[in-house]
T-cell receptor, first 114, second 109 residues
């Protein structure tokens, strides 16, 4: 079965370190997204991509970057981790065509920056 | 001001009750509308897409009012298993989902 997986599921890192969260989907979806979820804020869009070599900033992109070198993967990099980036991160993917297209989410990565 | 707004709740209802959630969106050009369900510490999963004519899936009914820019979700005959957070989401010109903060529902015996 096709799926979307995130790794690691949990990570603790120190302030100032570079961290990369992986997202891999096997649906061959062109659209991929990264969200963070925090109490009181809900899900907020960080970056998204509509295809290989395409990346776009979302609502809360400062301090994050993504690259899309193939259809399956959209890694999220925290250039210099800050305590404010402690959060649960969700990756999602969806088909390119049509409206009302379902987005599928990974199981999330819980990141703690100490 | 957040683009998509929901009453955070929590809504505490007894089993068998009918409960309604509302969601408003600020962008009149929003194109697609959804309700997602999220269980504690899990990923969101699509509950229903919301169509202009309204749509029903078993005990769940979703409606869209474009003129007033709101979306609703009605749950009839609530079950204990309906306890979760319900997220309203809309898309604008692209495919990225804009989420509300979610409404928490607790169904009690």
């Amino acid at each position: 079965d096709a799926e979307i997986t995130q790794s690691p599921r949990h990570k603790i890192t120190e302030t100032g370190r570079q961290v990369t969260l992986a997202c891999h989907q096997t649906w061959n979806h062109n659209n991929m997204f990264w969200y963070r979820q925090d109490l009181g804020h809900g899900l907020r869009l960080i970056h998204y991509s509509y295809g290989v070599h395409d990346t776009n900033k979302g609502e809360v992109s400062d301090g994050y970057s993504v690259s899309r070198s193939n259809t399956e993967d959209l890694p999220l990099t925290l250039e210099s981790a800050a305590s404010s980036q402690t959060s649960v991160y969700f990756c999602a993917s969806s088909e390119e065509t049509g409206s009302n297209t379902e987005a599928f989410f990974g199981q999330g990565t819980r990141l703690t920056v100490v | 001001r957040k683009e998509v707004e929901q009453d955070p709740g929590p809504f505490n209802v007894p089993e068998g009750a009918t409960v309604a959630f509302n969601c408003t969106y600020s962008n009149s050009a929003s194109q697609s509308f959804f309700w997602y369900r999220q269980d504690c510490r899990k990923e969101p999963k699509l509950l229903m897409s919301v169509y202009s004519s309204g749509n029903e899936d078993g005990r769940f009914t979703a409606q869209l009012n474009r003129a007033s820019q709101y979306i609703s979700l009605l749950i009839r005959d609530s079950k204990l298993s309906d306890s979760a957070t319900y997220l309203c989401a809309v898309t604008d010109s692209g495919y990225a989902l804009n989420f509300g903060k979610g409404t928490s529902l607790l169904v009690t015996p």
